[in-house]
């Protein structure tokens, strides 16, 4: 059954109010609705950052109900998780023929988010370096700190 204009809404709604609290930000949150019950899935650190989405999504006018399906990460299972996304993502961007020298960029993670920095010498290979994290299971989102270098023409 196709799902009903408002609870597109109220899931773009609840997205944004959680986008919009730092303290939520580096947690992946998927949110669903259904007749005006928002049900939050994903993992976060804390009983407190957990309570503290349910909170934000019962803020947002038309939600009648909260099903928060969130779970407790460990802390040492989280920062397992991210020493091995970051040799993960490294490992991609290595193997890819068509970055000339992968040591040009810097990889960190925190909680799925993964974090690229670096020069890149042309607009392929900053897609290219992309493109490998995306391959690496478990990477939930990229923040692109790519820097692309321009050829200077002439002089």
Known sequence: M??????????MEVR??????????????QVY?????ITLVGSVDSELTRQTAEDMARLVVGVTGVNNELTLMAPESSARRDEDLVREVKEQIAADDTIEDPER???RASFGQVFISGVAESEEEHESVLQAAQRVPGVEAIEDRIEVRVPVIGS
Do not use: C, M, Q, Y
Request: glycine residues 4%; without cysteine; hydrophobic residues 40%.
């Open 16 to 29: 944004a109010e959680l986008k919009r609290n730092t303290f939520l930000r580096p947690w992946s949150i």
């Open 2 to 11: 196709a799902k009903s204009e408002d609870d597109r809404r109220l899931e």
């Open 33 to 37: 609705a259904d007749n005006g019950v």
């Open 105 to 107: 960029f810097h990889v």
